[in-house]
């Protein structure tokens, strides 16, 4: 008999908090249900997220982050490393850190796929990143990566470009394509998309969008606008984390974000029932390989 086939090994880079889901502790999860390996590595350490206005814990050091990729290569094991997820990353020490890491890995495999969630704001927050690290993301992560997981808000920071339409989405998004790793797949998803243009949802609920920009085309997915006020953290994680997985699942961006984004609503719809601040993520865990409700994801002109 022959062995059964190892999962993929993924490194993950971002922050940790003790109670509820942001950073590693919204994203190890899901991937884990979806059956790949992930080693972690913690950025930061707090008892909670900081949309709580207090908090408890530490900043890892960025020389931290570097160590423990040293005992990692230490156990031979980066060769099978197929993807690194980064995500909040604080400083620009951090971010050499991470890009360190990135490379340190393609070194050991070439094929393995950068994933950079550029965390540095949302609409109604702004920037709430340290003064100099949106630009820092820009020259040091965004060259790197595969993949890019930018939210409106920080399409528009990372472009200089106003979005309000879809062609003003494309057009952003493929203009950071351009910034990407020349050899990598250079997919670009804009999470959160709300547009002037986009059609009315039925039963007046209101909808929002998730973009993909490839050099083969582009798809969107819709799906309703629940009401969650205050915005529920960590959802920017999860789908950046639920788009990686499924897309080494499939091969796919139409299916990987069709799927990352109908596990992230059922995720939503739990959190919204429960009435909870805190995305329910553990509830949801069945729901990330085989959503109840699958969105599909329409190819439309690039």
């Known amino acids: 008999m022959s062995s059964p086939a190892l999962p993929v090994n993924i490194l993950s880079i971002q922050s940790w908090v003790s ?7 919204a994203a190890v999860f899901p991937l884990q249900r979806l059956g790949f390996e992930v080693w972690s590595i913690n950025t930061v350490q707090f008892s909670n997220h900081t949309g709580y206005g207090s908090w408890t814990g530490q900043i890892y050091a960025p020389e931290t982050v570097a160590e423990i990729v040293d ?22 020490g951090t971010a050499l850190a991470v890009v360190g890491a990135v490379a340190r890995v393609r070194g050991a495999n070439p094929d393995a796929l950068y994933c950079c969630d550029p965390v540095m704001g949302d609409v109604g927050r702004g920037v709430f990143v340290r003064e100099g690290l949106p630009e820092q993301i820009a020259a040091l992560a965004v060259p790197q990566a595969d993949i890019l997981t930018p939210n409106q808000f920080e399409l528009e920071l990372l472009t ?7 062609q003003d989405a494309l057009d952003a998004a493929h203009l950071l394509r351009g910034r990407m790793r020349p050899e990598g797949s250079r997919i670009v998803m804009v999470t959160s998309l709300i547009r002037q243009d986009a059609p009315p ?36 994680d999860a789908i ?21 984004m109908s596990a992230l609503y059922a ?29 599909a994801a329409e190819q439309i002109p690039s």
Do not use: K
């Open 267 to 295: 995720l939503l719809e739990r959190t919204h029932a429960a009435g909870t601040r805190e995305i329910q993520l553990i509830a949801a865990q069945d729901d990330y390989a085989q959503p109840p409700q699958v969105f």
């Open 160 to 166: 200089g470009r106003t979005v309000t339409t879809l």
């Open 240 to 260: 950046a984390a639920l788009f990686l997985g499924h897309f080494l699942r499939s091969g796919s961006v139409a299916t990987a974000l069709s799927l990352a």
């Open 71 to 92: 005992g990692i290569q230490a156990r031979g094991v980066l060769p099978g490393c197929g993807a690194v997820l980064s995500g909040y990353m604080g400083s620009e």
């Open 19 to 25: 109670y509820g889901h942001v950073g590693n502790a």
């Open 201 to 236: 949802e039925q039963g007046g609920g209101g909808s929002i969008e998730t973009l993909a920009v490839t050099g083969d085309g582009a798809w969107l997915c819709r799906t309703p606008l629940l009401n969650l006020d205050p915005p529920r953290n960590g959802t920017g």
